[in-house]
């Protein structure tokens, strides 16, 4: 933990002017600096950078700051990183954080082993740059793609040669295990001598995969003639994994500023010639379906999406799973629509045959999501038959669950009803009556119990919110009033002997708290604990449902522009931000008292062990009654076992 009084030492130090100027022209303009704001397009200066104030601040995007945040928006860093930046600038020592000399040693050698293998598959991109300029014969496909020598430049565009072993004119030793662990070389056989190894890419136009840092962490590799399979993508490593990263967002977050939203696209080269035409804010999977982390590292870039498929069979499936994958973030102020072009055309030869403004007019119509589910769900029905309608609201059902509590959901459940031809309550009272009683968090987040049920009392569970052991099985208790008699008030001599008036009695019960409401209490007390959390920590925390997630990503946005801070300055920006009483309420009514609290950031980990159970266990669960297949199968033993590990943790 980097101690804040460090953090504003350090800002102190830096001149904001000097940071900003590295990366954007400046122009003194009275007590301030102007310039052309980095984070989105525009062609008269409202970028104002303030010496006397440490920050900066664009009148056109509204983007605002100070060092360490510019670093980490502009360049990509991480808060640690952005600090040891700074620091180095002007020759201070980071302290050294509160994590054990081992735990400090197995980071370090993990960021050094990272480090590594980022390195090697730098140096294999500019191997693949170098041969692509002595290759007529790849320089000519990307031509007739369209392509010109600017935007391959832009997108580090490379070609591997054809041969078994061209890398090992790149590197001093081809035998180094580096190569393997990247994923550029395949081994076979034993171990010495007898160990075949050979590139992994040949005769392909490579693109490397960048993340959000600017490293290279992969490479796809796209066929120049016929062959199978088309598209070769790096295996999943230590820096590279396919179902969180996204092609081309690195070189795409400028473009996703400006045209304000992202357009997901499937394929490197649809990316690559979008851009070539000027929509320069398309990203793309990487030869996988979009995920949940996809969408949810979209959104945080931008408050819009739009998904582009094929409209064939194939692109009408991919579509579905990106629907699911975004339904748990489409909140009431984002944006998720989805565009289906002529089966005959993908983004690349769309905009290569029709022109960029043909394409401007497919996003311009994309389908947004509520038409997308309702079409969704009803496709290959009679809604003329009460068959057909029933199995409509079948279907639609685990997709407007998953949505999240607001006016979307409200909205989507009246478009259904109608369709059912069914009144709108009828619905609501027909889903709400079967639907599973809610947990205690899912209770909690809409403020108050269910009518008729009410929690056990806070001794059942453990300081962390953990149900502690069960006692026997008791019936849900109801009220006296909703048994149909009268509430009878307490009477003063129902206790014992010398134990005094309990003032609590016959006043409501509170909810106990649940294990989301004390991880985010303890990230407001220790801000300075994010940063010591893994990348998948923090998308299961940005993925909280409701207000809970909505304060973490408040949070991180804070703690970008800010520091890490005590929990005093934190309450005060809350308060600023009208965000403090559902921050209250979000931490179960125990904000107040946060101060006399002894925590350790182990009792973190230990209730985000829990959170991930809840998680896994759930997904578990609801592929448990899907159709069985063979992918199903499969995720079910991965779920099972990282099941078994968290619980044996």
Known sequence: MIPPGFIQDLLSRVDIVEVVGRHVELKKAGINHKGLCPFHGEKSPSFIVSPTRQTYHCFGCGVHGNAIGFLMEHTGAGFVEAVEDLAQQTGMQVPQDERSAEERERAQAQKQRQASLTDVLARAGEHYRAQLKKSPRAINYLK?????????????????????????????SYDDPLLAESGMVITSGDEGEEQKRY???????????????????????????KGEPKYLNSPETPVFSKGRELYGLYEGRQGLRQRGYALVVEGYMDVVALAQHGFNNAVATLGTACTAEHVQKLFRFTESVVFSF????????????????????????????????????????????????????????AIPLSRQLLESCSEGLDLGSAEGRARMLAQAKPLWEALPQGLLRRQLLGDLARRAQLPDQELMDLWQTRAPQPTRAASHEQGHPPDDYWAPPPEHYDDLGAPAAPAAPTAPRRRPEQAGGERKPWKKD???????DDPTLGTPRQQPAAP??????????????????????????HELPGVHGDLVAWLERFLVNHGACAWSVLQVSLAEEGQLEAARRACGGRLDAMEEEELQFEDLQQLLRKLWLDRLKGEASQLASAP???DTLVRLKELHEQIRLLSAA
């Open 628 to 630: 069985v297949g063979p």
């Open 494 to 500: 129902w206790k014992r002997r010398g134990q005094d």
């Open 310 to 365: 094929d409209g064939d069979a194939a692109g009408r499936r991919a579509a579905g799973r990106a629907l699911e994958a975004a339904l748990p973030h489409a909140t009431d102020v984002r944006s998720v629509k989805f565009l289906f072009l002529p089966s005959e055309h993908d983004p690349d030869s769309y905009v290569r045959e029709l022109g960029a403004e043909a394409f401007e007019r497919c996003v311009a119509e």
């Open 516 to 541: 989301m409401d004390h991880a985010l209490r303890m990230l407001l007390l220790h801000s300075a604990w994010w940063e010591r959390l893994s990348d998948q920590d923090h998308q299961l925390l």
């Open 199 to 225: 590139d992994r890419f040949r005769d392909r136009i490579m693109f490397p995969i960048r993340n959000v840092q600017g490293e290279v962490i992969g490479f796809g590799g796209r066929v120049l003639d």
């Open 144 to 172: 007739q793609r369209g392509l010109t020598g600017q935007i391959a430049a832009q997108f580090g565009l490379g070609y591997a040669p054809e041969g078994w072993r061209a890398l090992a004119s790149a590197f001093p």
